[in-house]
């Protein structure tokens, strides 16, 4: 009998103390100011060799822009990439955001404040239209930079005697979600 309720145990500890699923939580800035529109959207390729499109692409008032750190962090990278000048924030934790084409005058091993001033913004990624191009890594892997500065997941959770209320004095919705301005 103790055997048994030992082996219980055993099978259900794990359970009981895995760990709450990783949710990004969104409270970094956006690297331009004003608010950009998104000019063009993640679009991660279904395998690494195939084309895609691992960052968004965000509006800038204007050439030579101010591109601003949106956490906290290191600088890892600052150079040409092909012919491109990018530079890449070591925020901690696996993540790490790159920009381009920013040109800037910082070197590998400053650290930065979330909402600093890291370069400015070179003409080249979206043709005729100022734009900078945002990836973030966790990892090895490309994740959608929007994650981290507009709340993505479902807007809200609640019982279901409570949603139709909602709905009906709510109408307007969410206004903030991430707005997809193909143009
Ligand atoms: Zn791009």
Known sequence: MKAIL?????ILLPAAAGPPAAVPRPG??????????????????????MSGHRGVDLGAMHD???????ASGTVSFVGMVVDRPVITIDHGGGLRSSFEPVESVLTAGE??????TIGTLQPGHCAS???VHWGVRRGDAY???LEFVTDLRPSILLPVSNAAAVSRTDPAGRADTAVLDDG
């Open 28 to 49: 970094w800035s956006w690297p331009l100011s004003p608010k950009p529109a998104v000019l063009r959207a993640f679009d991660p390729p279904d395998k690494p060799w």
């Open 143 to 145: 994740v959608n930079p």
């Open 111 to 116: 650290p930065v404040e979330q909402g600093q």
């Open 64 to 70: 030579g822009a101010p591109v601003t750190s949106p």
């Open 129 to 131: 239209l100022a734009c």
């Open 6 to 10: 030992v082996l219980a145990a055993v």
